[in-house]
């Protein structure tokens, strides 16, 4: 695999797979079929997660491209009931402004059909914040 070097940075060439247009399509619609199964979750199981999960996911967050690579994020990761708690009442109290000053008519209509509202029961519920 030819490298391009420029101060620093190391260019991997992305070779392309040599496959079948079968092949190609076939794994487009499977891709398609995974991504396809994402979901905005409102409830979460309180069972524990071990710790190397967690860091799995924000490893795996990290791989985001970001501008000149400069991955301009700090991630914290929370389980300590009180912290979680001092963030729902936070959280709670700019949805309550929201629902009732900010949100236009049109827009409270649109979220009626997902029952969601100012109320962030999961903020406690789940076992780690992100
Ligand atoms: C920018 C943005 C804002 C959103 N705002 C809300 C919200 O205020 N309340 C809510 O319950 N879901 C919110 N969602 C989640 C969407 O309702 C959800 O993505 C959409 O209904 C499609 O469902 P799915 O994510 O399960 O495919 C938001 C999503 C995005 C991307």
Redesign the pocket.
């Known amino acids: 695999m030819e490298k391009k070097k420029i101060e620093g940075f190391e260019h991997i060439r992305y070779e392309r797979p040599q496959l079948s247009q079968e092949e190609m399509i076939q794994r487009s619609e499977h891709f398609y079929q995974e991504m396809d199964q994402?979901?905005?979750?409102?409830e979460f199981d309180p069972r524990p997660v071990p710790l190397e999960v967690m860091e799995n996911i924000i490893l795996t967050a990290s791989t985001a491209p970001s501008g000149a690579h400069k991955q301009p994020w700090t991630f914290c990761l929370i389980s300590d009931p009180s912290i979680k708690k001092k963030i729902r009442d936070a959280a709670e109290e700019e949805e309550k402004i929201s629902y009732s000053t900010r949100m236009p008519e049109n827009w409270k209509a649109d979220?009626k059909p997902?029952?969601?509202n100012w109320e962030k029961p999961f903020l406690e519920e789940a076992p780690y914040l992100i």
């Open positions: 994402r979901r905005t979750v409102r979220l997902l029952g969601t």
